[in-house]
């Protein structure tokens, strides 16, 4: 599986982008998705998470109930809505799929990761 995230760029605080990866292979449907957050500086942590069936979802405590994932199988694709953006969401943000196909925030459980695109929240 072949990972290629976009949508990243410069947004104020309270604003909101959309972040979208696009899968190649076959099997991008059995595969659980999840995207992490790289800041300067700081080691990378998770984000949010969607099961191989788009069933189940799972989300770091920092960005519940402001940002949602979700899964396109027709279309291989995994976006994250970010709304109420702060400051602190700056980061080069990474989707990633696990063969797990259940959602998890561990992040040696994903095999593939995309390149990352960067996410700068100006206050």
């Known amino acids: 599986v072949q990972l290629q995230a976009s949508g990243g760029g410069l947004v104020q605080a309270g604003g909101s982008l959309r972040l979208s990866c696009a899968a190649s292979?076959?099997?991008?449907?059995?595969?659980?998705m999840g995207w992490f957050r790289q800041a300067p500086g700081k080691e990378r942590e998770f984000v949010a998470s969607?099961?191989?069936?788009?069933?189940?979802?799972y989300y770091a405590d920092s960005v519940k109930r402001r940002f949602t994932i979700s899964r396109d199988s027709a279309k291989n694709t995994v976006s994250l809505q970010m709304n109420s953006l702060k400051p602190e969401d700056s980061a080069v943000y990474y989707c990633?799929?696990?063969?797990?196909?259940?959602?998890?925030?561990?992040?040696?459980?994903?095999?593939?990761w995309g390149q990352g695109t960067l996410v700068t929240v100006s206050s």
């Open positions: 990633a799929a696990a063969s797990t196909r259940w959602a998890t925030s561990r992040s040696d459980e994903y095999d593939y």
């Open positions: 292979g076959r099997t991008f449907s059995s595969y659980a």
């Open positions: 969607i099961s191989w069936s788009g069933g189940s979802t």
